[in-house]
């Protein structure tokens, strides 16, 4: 087994328990930081895949504002919370479910791909992926849509809850 292998693997194991603690935690805070831990886990294999950029973006968008603004949202709402709610509602099984019938259509989608063997060499290549990622992000014709309906949710998120905190006089 190589290095490379070797840090995939556990890179892979990390994330994945991260993963599990962060549905499995009573405690919001530390659920929220094992998203960290598996956000972080995700930058490290795009480093193990040469896509350096991606991993830049995974840990300052998604590390960096996003984790710490779902942070500052729970601690800002922590004292209308109530800590002795039970974790799991009467949906918990219907949600499992939902989860294994996802998971298992797009494993079927990838094992059915024509491409899944294929090496990474023979695929294609394009000049500059980097300029191709920026020009889908501002293009009309593909994500500029998606990309400013994320940033208005939340945008929203925050503004409901700083509603939510706000003490009424």
Not at 12 to 23: E, S
Not at 104 to 128: E, H, K, M, Q, Y
Not at 137 to 145: E, K, W
């Amino acid at each position: 087994m190589t290095p490379v292998q070797i840090i995939f693997l556990v890179t892979a194991a990390l994330t994945l328990g991260a993963g599990l603690l962060v549905v499995t935690t009573r405690n919001m805070i530390h659920a929220a930081l094992w998203l960290v831990v598996s956000l972080f886990g995700i930058a490290v294999l795009y480093v193990l895949l040469e896509a350096g950029f991606l991993a830049v973006v995974q840990v300052v968008v998604y590390i960096g504002a996003i984790a710490i603004l779902m942070i500052f949202a729970i601690m800002l709402t922590r004292k209308i919370v109530n800590e002795t709610t039970p974790r799991f509602n009467a949906n918990w099984g219907w949600a499992l479910l939902m989860g294994v019938v996802m998971f298992a259509g797009l494993a079927f989608i990838l094992v059915s791909w024509p491409g899944i063997n294929t090496p990474l060499a023979a695929l294609p290549r394009s000049a500059d992926p980097l300029r191709e990622l920026g020009v889908a992000l501002v293009s009309p014709d593909a994500y500029v849509l998606p990309f400013e309906v994320a940033s208005i949710m939340l945008l929203a998120a925050m503004i409901g809850a700083i509603v939510v905190a706000w003490e009424r006089k």
